[in-house]
């Protein structure tokens, strides 16, 4: 084994260990990791049939479908680095088997199952363990989707009890709901609350396009339930519960959902594509506040403000300018910026899509057709690719993205492992830029010169933060 003496040359930003959103100074927790992924068909929203609050119906038809997961993970444990460089182990410590666990829905009966991407990120097993501990099984994942923190796994199941998918769109702000969640393998557990508020924005997701908008409940939610379902007064799915707000770790009065119809609309992309398709408009919009609405003379905080517009991308064809207000997304009233992403992340590349925005006074209509991230309308795949010997995935950033961090190539490392990639110290999320100030232009090509790498190696690229680093390696 190559041994690789390590100096970090320079890096931007950190990172962050707790979040904070009010000013009590709570802190943001991420519950367990879950993705998403069904074939069940979307039904139609009822709404509530009448104000009681027998929650029986509800937990009846829940409970059987939300599962306990477990997942092992390989991580390094500290080591003396001086006794390790010179015993010839590993530089950054030895690794060990990890384990941890969340919730998981079970979203079709032949055994399709929604969790968060963080409950599973890293992952060596999982191991999905059903209500009542009545059977265990082994689960592979279809698909992540880190934007969302959503991911897709599969078990070989017949005829499991599973959820019926609701309309996200109907639920209203002081509805009831019920939280439900199998933590440490646990029989299913049911709490119950209403919705506090919709179109969240908590800035939870470090990714390069993040998109929230959750559903707020006040439903008691604790560490063990991410993952698991919010559900309405028929059992029927409207959320996938992801986070809570906390001083300590545990409940304390709000907690987050992604609504089931961004749910849905991923698990679709998952399945038939294992890759979301997401499109985008070119526009980079901001909430409005009450300085920004004083100073453009608005009467109220309606709509998204265009703080940029890509040149020659959708919205600049269509017309749109930076400093226009748009008020409605196909027909929908947009509030904010949450609601924005919200309303094109439901929408592929192809999608047309009907713009109303506001300018100088005057309300204008017009029309854009959503792009993907390499700038066309083409469906996209999977184009990650793996390599066992430095224990990574690499997959190469889109056009959009290259031209956002104004770089020629990216290469952004995943899946970390073990190999050379972990010995190395490079941090998930980071996109290498050059290899001894190279370039290059196929992923096979800078995988080999990775593998293959001998004497002095400097790596250059972006943190997931957007800081830029260098790593100075010597291998031998």
């Known amino acids: 084994m190559n041994k690789i003496a390590v100096v970090i040359l320079g890096f931007a930003g950190g990172i962050a260990g707790a979040f904070f959103i009010n000013k009590m100074n709570p802190k943001l927790v ?11 068909s979307q039904v139609n929203y009822k709404g509530m049939a009448n104000f009681s609050t027998d929650f029986v119906t509800a937990s009846q038809a829940s409970t059987q479908g939300v599962v306990f997961i477990k997942t092992i993970t390989n991580q390094r444990a500290y080591q003396d680095p001086f006794y390790d460089f010179w015993s010839g182990m590993d530089f950054f410590g030895r690794r ?18 929604v969790t968060n991407f963080h409950v599973v990120k890293d992952a060596n097993q999982i191991e999905v363990i059903t209500n009542n501990n009545k059977q265990s099984y082994a689960a592979k994942i279809i698909g992540t989707d880190p934007s969302s923190d959503l991911a897709l796994l599969k078990i070989d199941g017949k005829n499991l009890p599973h959820l019926t998918i609701g309309n996200s769109d109907n639920v209203q702000v002081g509805e009831w709901v019920l939280a439900v969640g199998n933590p440490f393998n646990l029989t299913s557990t049911v709490t119950a609350g209403i919705v506090s508020a919709k179109g969240r924005n908590i800035n939870i997701v470090n990714n390069q396009f993040p998109i929230e908008s959750f559903i707020q409940t006040d439903a008691a939610i604790n560490p ?7 559900v309405d007064l028929e059992g029927r799915l409207i959320g996938i519960n992801t986070a809570i707000a906390s ?17 849905a609309k991923i698990v679709k992309d998952l ?3 294992r890759e979301v398709q997401r499109g985008f408009t070119g526009l980079d919009v901001k909430d409005i506040d009450a300085s920004t609405a004083g100073r453009l003379n608005l009467t109220n905080n309606h709509g998204v403000l265009v703080d940029h517009v890509l040149a020659e991308g959708p919205g600049d064809q269509a017309g749109i300018q930076s400093g226009d207000i748009v008020l409605k997304i196909n027909d929908k009233d947009i509030d904010s910026k949450a609601n924005f992403d919200e309303q094109i992340a439901y929408l592929r590349p192809n999608d047309k899509v009907k713009i109303e925005y506001l300018r100088s006074g005057k309300i204008n209509s017009t029309n854009l057709k ?6 066309t309308t083409a469906i996209m795949r999977k184009g990650t690719v793996g390599s066992a010997n430095l224990g990574a995935d690499f997959q190469p950033i889109s056009k959009l993205e290259k031209d956002k ?6 290469y952004r490392i995943s899946n970390i492992k073990g ?3 972990a010995q190395m110290g490079i941090q998930e999320g980071f996109v290498i830029t050059s290899i001894n100030k190279k370039d290059f232009n196929d992923v096979t090509d800078l995988i080999k010169a990775l593998e293959t790498a001998r004497g002095q190696l400097v790596i250059e690229g972006i943190f997931a933060n957007g800081g830029r680093g260098v790593f100075s390696f010597y291998v031998y």
């Open 224 to 230: 063990g339930n991410s993952g698991g379902a919010l």
């Open 405 to 410: 961090l104004n770089i020629k190539s990216g």
């Open 271 to 273: 399945v038939e594509f």
């Open 96 to 113: 060990g088997p990890v384990a941890s666990s969340g919730s998981g829905v079970i979203l079709s009966a032949d055994g399709y199952i």
């Open 419 to 421: 190999g050379k990639i």
């Open 370 to 375: 959503l792009l993907n991230q390499e700038g």
């Open 30 to 40: 991420v519950l367990e990791q879950s993705n998403l992924e069904s074939k069940v």
């Open 247 to 263: 001083n300590t770790g545990s409940y304390n009065g709000y907690g987050f959902a992604i609504p089931v119809n961004i749910v």
